[in-house]
């Protein structure tokens, strides 16, 4: 019970990170198609960040990370994603591709491959015992920020005249633009939510494992979207569910693989994402409005 | 001779003679810079074998790199001495631990592996639409990456690998990279390739039109597979040192830069691209390595080539989206664009020098559709 109760933990941990990469995902494509894989750097930009800013009081370390991560996410829109919105998806894929590697290799070329450590708070190393449970209180604070962050998207999007349209945009672009949305006003926003959210991921990374490398937003970019494929690319609830999902998956293959094979684990997870998508292509839950029509 | 074929070879002699004279001028240089060329000459390999799937077909492939990857350590197997697998991979089973093999064969049997492979994946990754395709292949690509680095028994982990078989030489990879070039032609040209390009350029039409698009897509799936995996047996060979990390996301960026700046659409966009970006690479790297100009020293900077290519694939991306060479080269007058012999199953449109615009302007058009 006891080992349940704790796998049960470390599966909402590891599924609130999840869900954070794969909501900006998520977000990205729903309006404009893109599968964005300079999520990724966003959330190593956010993390170099915190590195460089870890003597600050940690509130004005949290504002820095958004900050800068908001205001790169707007730049990279306006600079490569919007001169190619409305090509092909294969196009905006590449294009997203050639982003995340000019990011990669700028950093690589400021901060060099050598990886740095950051130590924000003690409390991120932290844990408490209920009964036999050792709780990190790092995974409770990842748990309540996603949790948070996914209230108050699911408030903007639900509640405000922006969120509506951003809805309306991702359900058909083009009939929304008609209906008087502000394209480049919505897509800025998406793009401004994706960097909060990559921002805070990097923060929560940094706290996770206290090091920081160039090629760290690969990992979270690739789980992200992995997870936005699960639940169905462009639907929000399915990014979310799919990072839970993938998050218990990750658990579950950690417990019932053999030692020998623990090395394989991400092999058997993404053999078993591939094998969902040509199952289920359309994911978990489909988003509405994102057949091709002819 | 129908004026396909004649427009085939004729294609096929202009890239040829481009590839030997731009390796006869690559070669002026000192022996560093032969490595550079045998290095630009696999580049063509994995360029050309990789445009066979994703340039014909214009669905987008991360995971080629991974057959890369089973070309190179079967050849690796295959070739290296018995004491050497002693050495390094004490654990193989039965007489693959006894086995010598020709280099050459072994580049080969390499590629077959890979073909077979990618002929397995092929079953569930062809029911796909385009977009969950290329998704797909990015899973592909990161597990076979994890199995390399644990499979021990035959891989050596992330040790890698390193061979002592006897490096081939420059005018054997020329060869090959002729070779390729000549099936990578072949196959644009064939049936398939047109019926695959047509379903490019406009896919509901292309189905409505009795093209199995699964079916012509598995197949050039399985080719470029092969192709890709002969690049991956001579890389090999060359370098003489492979891991898993040789096979993953910075190769996989280069080839598909080289492809796109290139043009997706033709081989000759293969072709220059990948002449183009070599030769840039070459001259970044140069620069990378720290210089001094008037007395100011520019200090040396790792990441420069690449951040270079990440900005040139960018500008072409927005400015030029159908790559240095969007068609096929053509002797000026040329008759080709006349209307294939094969009839209406193929549109004869697809292969018109000048860019067809149709995918754009359908998203385009798309985008002002009414509400369901």
């Known amino acids: 019970m006891t080992s349940f109760l704790q796998n049960v933990i470390d599966a909402l941990t590891a599924g609130s990170y999840y869900a954070l990469f794969a909501l900006g995902i998520a977000l990205i494509f729903g309006i404009m198609r893109l599968v964005n894989f300079a999520q990724g750097e966003l959330i190593m930009a956010g993390a170099y960040t915190v590195y460089l800013t870890q003597d600050w009081p940690w509130a004005l370390i949290v504002v820095a990370t958004v900050v800068v991560v908001v205001a790169l996410a707007l730049l990279m829109e306006r600079v490569a994603f919007r001169p190619v919105r409305g090509r092909s998806a294969a196009t905006l894929l590449i294009t997203s591709f050639a982003v995340s590697f000019f990011l990669q290799n700028l950093a690589r070329m400021v901060f060099t491959t050598l990886p740095k450590s950051a130590d924000i708070t003690p409390l991120f190393r932290r844990s408490f015992v209920i009964g036999d449970l050792t709780i990190s209180w790092l995974s409770v604070i990842a748990v309540c920020t996603t949790a948070l962050l996914m209230v108050s998207l699911a408030l903007f999007l639900n509640r405000t005249r922006l969120g509506v349209q951003m809805r309306a945009a991702a359900e058909d672009f083009g009939m929304a633009r008609l209906c008087g949305v502000p394209a480049n006003r919505v897509i800025a926003i998406a793009f401004a939510i994706s960097g909060v959210l990559a921002g805070i991921a990097g923060l929560l990374l940094v706290g996770q494992t206290g090091s920081l490398s160039v090629t760290m937003g690969l990992t979270p970019v690739l789980f992200g979207f992995t997870a ?65 029509r002819v | 001779m ?50 066979s799937f994703v340039g ?8 080629h790199m991974a057959f890369m990857a089973v070309g190179a350590y079967v050849t690796a197997i295959l070739s290296m001495s018995p004491e050497q697998k002693g050495l390094q991979l004490a654990d193989l089973p039965g007489s693959l631990a006894t086995w010598h093999v020709n280099p050459l064969l072994a580049v080969i049997v390499g590629a077959l592996v890979a073909a077979l492979f990618a002929a397995v994946v092929a079953v569930p990754l062809m029911r796909l639409s385009g977009l969950t395709a290329s998704l797909a292949t990015v899973a592909l690509l990161i597990t076979m990456r994890v199995v390399f680095q644990n499979w021990e028994t035959f891989t050596r982990g992330t040790r890698g690998l390193i061979l002592d078989s006897k490096a081939p030489s420059k005018e054997v990879v020329l060869v090959a990279a002729l070779l390729v070039l000549g099936v990578a032609v072949a196959f644009r040209f064939s049936s398939i390739g047109r019926r695959l390009a047509a379903s490019r350029e406009d896919e509901p039409s292309a189905r409505s039109l009795g093209i199995r698009v699964w079916w012509e897509r598995g197949v050039a799936w399985v080719l470029s597979a092969f192709l890709v995996g002969v690049g991956g047996g001579l890389f090999a060979l060359y370098f003489r040192n492979i891991s898993p990390d040789s096979f993953y996301i910075a190769i996989t960026f280069t080839v598909l830069a080289m492809l796109v700046i290139g043009g997706l659409k033709s081989v000759s966009g293969a072709v220059i691209g990948t002449l183009v970006v070599t030769a840039a690479l070459e001259l970044l790297r140069q620069v990378e390595r720290g210089w001094t100009i008037a007395g100011v020293t520019i200090p040396s900077r790792l990441g420069m080539s690449e951040l270079g290519l990440a900005v040139v694939l960018l500008l072409i991306l927005i400015v030029r989206p159908d790559g240095l060479v969007p068609g096929e080269l053509r002797w000026p007058g040329g008759r080709a664009d006349r209307p294939s012999p094969s009839g209406p199953t193929v549109p004869p449109a697809v292969d018109v020098a000048e860019p067809i615009a149709v995918p754009d302007e359908r998203a385009a058009a798309s985008e002002v559709r009414r509400a369901p």
Request: hydrophobic share 60%.
């Open chain 1, 228 to 292: 936005a494929v699960i639940g169905g690319l462009g639907s929000l609830t399915g990014a979310v569910l799919g990072g839970y999902l993938l998050g218990a998956a990750t658990v579950f293959l950690q417990n019932i693989l053999p030692f020998e094979l623990g090395g394989y684990r991400d092999a058997f997870l993404f053999a078993a994402v591939f094998a969902f998508m040509a199952l289920r292509p359309g994911g978990l839950l489909r988003a509405v409005g994102l057949e091709e």
């Open chain 2, 2 to 51: 129908g004026s396909r074929l004649r427009w085939a070879i004729g294609l096929y002699t202009v890239l040829a003679a481009i590839v030997v004279a731009a390796m006869y001028l690559g070669s002026l240089g000192s022996t560093t810079i032969d490595r550079a060329v045998v290095n630009a000459l696999i580049a063509l390999i994995l360029v050309l074998g990789l445009s």
């Open chain 2, 56 to 63: 014909a077909s214009g669905v987008f492939s991360f995971g």
